[in-house]
């Protein structure tokens, strides 16, 4: 059973930056993984993915602000959020695709405050 825990939201000012940690049991050299969020009374949202080597893509509202990567040494995927938004506060969700199974993560929440 694959687990992935993520870290790193907070509350933060706009205009400022985080950066979120996906954590996951086991090796991800071979996985497709990515970011997804979710904000209140909305649909859960494509923010970045990235494939195992290492081509990213992004949700047209966070394109040059947020990049995405990965450390295939420490099994940890990673997403840096830069010129935050009020409007990137969401619950913010990793995951991983590996051996044709999808797995998520619990979500960490992002609050950017105005």
């Known amino acids: 059973q694959v687990q992935l825990v993520e870290s790193g939201g907070g509350l933060v000012q706009a205009g400022g930056s985080l950066r979120l940690s996906c954590a996951a049991s086991?090796?991800?050299?071979?996985?497709?993984m990515g970011w997804y969020r979710q904000a209140p009374g909305k649909q859960r949202e494509l923010v970045a993915t990235?494939?195992?080597?290492?081509?990213?893509a992004y949700g047209d509202s966070v394109k040059g602000r947020f990049t995405i990567s990965r450390d295939n040494a420490k099994n940890t995927m990673y997403l840096q959020m830069n010129s935050l938004k009020p409007e990137d506060t969401a619950v913010y969700y990793c995951n991983e695709f590996r051996a044709s199974v999808l797995y998520w993560g619990q979500g960490t929440q992002v609050t950017v405050s105005s």
């Open positions: 086991g090796s991800i050299s071979g996985s497709s």
């Open positions: 990235i494939t195992s080597d290492g081509s990213t």
